[in-house]
């Protein structure tokens, strides 16, 4: 690599930093509300109920209020949807509306919207709507299912996935077994808690026919689909816009009620309507995610060696298979993702998902993955604990080897390469492993318990089309770039990459401007906008630069080789001899040219070149991994915690990640992208739960009663690679964006239990909240 080409791999902060700190970051709720009718909804304040009757006059007649709209309103615009994913047939929603319509389903469904001249107005005036509500039992999953009270007949109705994997012959090898571990796990249900509430400013032009609509969301693509379908306009006359998103993971890949509804009421009544979700709304009518149990059997020969692994998976879904892409990732990932990275000779894994009266459960940053890492990663400590061994000699006797040529795993899981030994090594060098383990032996003496939890992770990262593609489910999954020098010699390049604050349009800006020896300032970043950029799937999966990037780095390959036959004519050189340096070509003898004047050569003086014409200067790119499914990372992070025996209370004193995404082109981002992920999954293990009462109503929506981590309860997060490049795509990046959350809750699981090791206690309930601590220290719960 020429000394003047190191921008991929160098650390740059990220471009909109300084912009959004300074408060100038364009929110979708900040668009200029000139005109616009603001929503608000009446929502159901019952998990299960029938509505008999409204009564909106009142509400109609208030002051500032435009009008009150309920289903049959909306139904003149746009029907109920339904998901269905085809490759799982019985897998069948209730079909949803905007507006509920005889039955809801969950508590904080949207029931009534009021369309108001002020959002404080559209509240007031919901005080005078009145419903009449019929209620209904709830349907509610306890909270230990594997408990013989659970009778899985008397739930059949609400049976939305039953799905197992086997190879081998678990039974027998557990059976045979020299030591089996057994152990309980429930995961919490969780939910984003973004920054930026979820909203929606959506305008519908009666004379053209065109509806556009600015959303905070991750994939505007999807949207513009969704949105063509329910209101049957075509493709050409949506336009979906997503400005500064402020936070996401996940939570906003989705299609919810409230939004469609803001966006039927633009198309119903012409006027310009704007929706945001305040914090309890956000709380009660977001994507949840990950509410899960599970039981575990791990069997091993007497060296510690496995031979064999059982899990029984249940998941509690909401009321409906979140849309588009359905409810059911946590339960598949969970199943397929647990023995990925070891040898597991046998293995029988059944996953069930029930529908219940709870908000619909949706992605949420590395989806069923870090549930899969928790399970995998206890039974084997529990299981060195059996044998006698080190954790971490557990591990590195049971890692699967590399593969020697991409192949998929006996689940499925396909790798190209597998480093995590040499993750483990590191890791365990840059955390003085050993060191720790001696003051965790001494400081036991004294009563303080300390703990040590390591995970490993295979991680699916860039996944492509065949996700979602067999499912019928229409998302885009390749990436795209359009890359053009302008007329004045700039270089605009256009991207379906959306971010949401991780950084990745700069990390594109590098790839671009390496290539072309400009400076990434130099390069006009466009994306969130389907009327703009080319199409492609957006954020999720941690595609940006695993994708996104191969796909920019081929525009600018593309591009160059085009500048090239343009100016080595004008410099009267071969195209060889040319470099790109400093905004401008390069040839022998100090000759020069600038963009400017090659693209004012070819915009309006073509005639200067052989033949008078000029290739465009422009270049469209996609990328999707070639010959995989999606391009699997893998990794291994440390948790070190303290628990207090007389409180409960985990305090985390370290932690550590070693993760391998191929190719880093914006370390800074990297890291910042990992650690934030583990703060997630810290929060997750400690402290994040939606609680929700037994007849379904949730008791913590607020950011009082709902912890989310703060800065004063993270340890440093060292973070170090290895780095493989993909051999997939040029540039060799794979993605990385939740790395950290996939491994984190089973780094704190591990840790929390080694902890409590020496009080014969372990936790099984995520969060581990000191209530729980304390209730398995003395005995009060149950294995
Ligand atoms: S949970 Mo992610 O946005 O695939």
């Not at 509806?211 to 994939?219: K, N, R």
């Not at 996401?248 to 890949?253: M, S, T, W």
């Not at 009518?285 to 060696?305: F, I, N, P, S, Y």
């Not at 991680?459 to 065949?466: D, K, S």
Request: aromatic share 6%; net charge negative; proline share 6%.
């Amino acid at each position: 690599m020429p000394a003047d080409r190191t921008l991929i791999g160098a650390s740059a902060p990220r471009a909109s930093a300084r912009r959004t700190v300074e408060g100038l970051g364009r929110y979708t709720d900040d668009l200029d509300a000139a005109g616009a009718a603001h929503v608000a909804f009446l929502r159901s304040p019952h998990a299960h109920a029938r509505i008999l009757a409204t009564e909106l006059d009142e509400a109609r007649a208030a002051p500032g209020v435009t009008g009150v709209y309920t289903a049959q309103h909306l139904a003149a615009v746009c029907g109920p949807w339904q998901t269905r994913l085809a490759a799982l047939p019985r897998h069948v929603s209730p079909p949803q509306q905007a507006l509920a319509g005889e039955i809801v389903r969950y508590q904080g469904e949207p029931v009534v919207a009021v369309l108001a001249e002020s959002r404080r107005a559209a509240e007031s005036a919901l005080e005078l709507a009145w419903v009449e509500f019929e209620d209904l039992d709830p349907a509610i999953l306890p909270p230990d299912i594997f408990e013989p009270g659970f009778d899985p007949a008397a739930w059949e109705p609400q049976q939305a996935l039953d799905r197992s994997i086997a190879y081998g012959d678990a039974a027998a090898a557990l059976a045979g077994a020299a030591h089996v571990v057994r152990h309980r796990f429930s995961f919490g249900r969780q939910t984003a808690v973004s920054l930026e509430g979820r909203a929606v400013d959506a305008g519908f032009d009666r004379r053209t026919g065109r509806l556009t609509v600015h959303q905070s969301h991750q994939a505007p693509f999807q949207m513009q689909q969704i949105y063509a379908d329910l209101f049957g306009l075509p493709l050409g006359r949506v336009q979906v816009i997503a400005p500064d998103v402020g936070g996401a993971f996940g939570g906003k890949l989705h299609a919810l009620p409230d939004e469609i509804a803001a966006v039927a009421l633009a198309v119903l009544t012409g006027r310009r309507v704007k929706f945001t979700a305040d914090r309890l709304e956000s709380f009660l009518a977001d994507a949840h995610a990950r509410e899960a149990q599970a039981e575990a059997r791990l069997g091993v020969d007497a060296e510690g060696r496995i031979l064999g692994l059982e899990i029984e998976f249940a998941a509690g879904l909401g009321a409906y298979s979140i849309y588009p892409r359905g409810s059911v990732g946590d339960a598949l990932q969970a199943i397929q993702l647990a023995p990925a990275a070891y040898r597991v000779p046998h293995y029988a894994a059944r996953a069930r998902a029930w529908f219940q009266n709870k908000a619909p459960v949706g992605a949420y940053r590395g989806v069923g993955q870090p549930i899969a890492f928790a399970i995998m990663e206890q039974m084997l400590d529990m299981a060195a604990a059996a044998c006698g061994l080190d954790p971490a000699e557990m591990r590195r006797r049971n890692y699967r080897a590399a593969p020697e040529t991409p192949g998929p795993t006996e689940t499925g899981v396909v790798l190209e390469s597998l480093t995590t030994r040499a993750c483990l090594d590191m890791l365990l060098a840059e955390m003085d492993y050993a060191g720790l383990r001696a003051e965790q032996a001494a400081l036991r003496a004294e009563g303080v318990y300390r703990g040590i939890g390591l995970t490993t992770f295979v991680e699916l990262t860039g996944v492509g089309a065949q996700l979602y593609g067999p499912q019928q489910v229409r998302v885009a999954a390749q990436e795209t770039c359009r890359l053009s020098l302008e007329p004045d010699g700039s270089l605009t390049c256009r991207t379906s990459v959306t971010d949401q604050g991780q950084g990745t349009l700069g990390g594109l800006a590098q790839i671009v401007a390496e290539t072309l020896g400009v400076a990434p300032e130099a390069v006009e970043m466009i994306a969130g906008d389907t009327g703009a950029t080319p199409v492609g799937g957006g954020a999720w999966a941690s595609r940006g630069m695993a994708l996104g990037g191969e796909a920019a780095l081929r525009a600018a390959r593309g591009l160059a080789g085009r500048l090239r036959a343009v100016a080595a004519p004008l410099l009267q050189c071969p195209e060889e001899a040319l470099r790109f340096a400093q905004g401008g070509l390069e040839g022998p003898g100090g000759a020069r040219i600038s963009f400017r004047e090659i693209a004012e050569t070819v915009a309006f003086r073509p005639y200067l070149l052989p033949g008078g014409t000029a290739p465009a200067l422009e270049v469209t790119e996609s990328f999707l991994p070639p010959d995989l499914p999606y391009l699997a990372t893998n990794g291994v992070l440390a948790a070190h915690v303290e628990v207090e025996a007389e409180t409960g209370l985990t305090r985390v004193l370290g932690f550590w990640a070693v993760d391998d995404c191929g190719r880093i082109v914006n370390p800074m981002l990297v890291d910042g992208q990992i650690r934030g992920g583990v703060v997630q999954g810290i929060g997750a293990a400690l402290f994040e739960e939606c609680r929700y009462s037994a007849d379904g109503q949730l008791t913590n929506g607020s950011l009082v009663d709902y912890r989310v981590p703060m800065a004063a309860d993270m340890p440093d997060i060292v973070v170090r690679h290895i780095e493989t490049p993909t051999r997939q795509s040029l540039l060799g990046a794979k993605g990385v964006g939740e790395a950290g959350t996939v491994g984190a809750l089973g780094a704190m699981w591990c840790a929390v239990n080694d902890a409590l090791a020496p009080l014969g206690a372990s936790v099984r309930r995520q969060p581990f909240t000191p209530e729980h601590v304390l209730s398995r220290i003395h005995g009060l719960e149950e294995d």
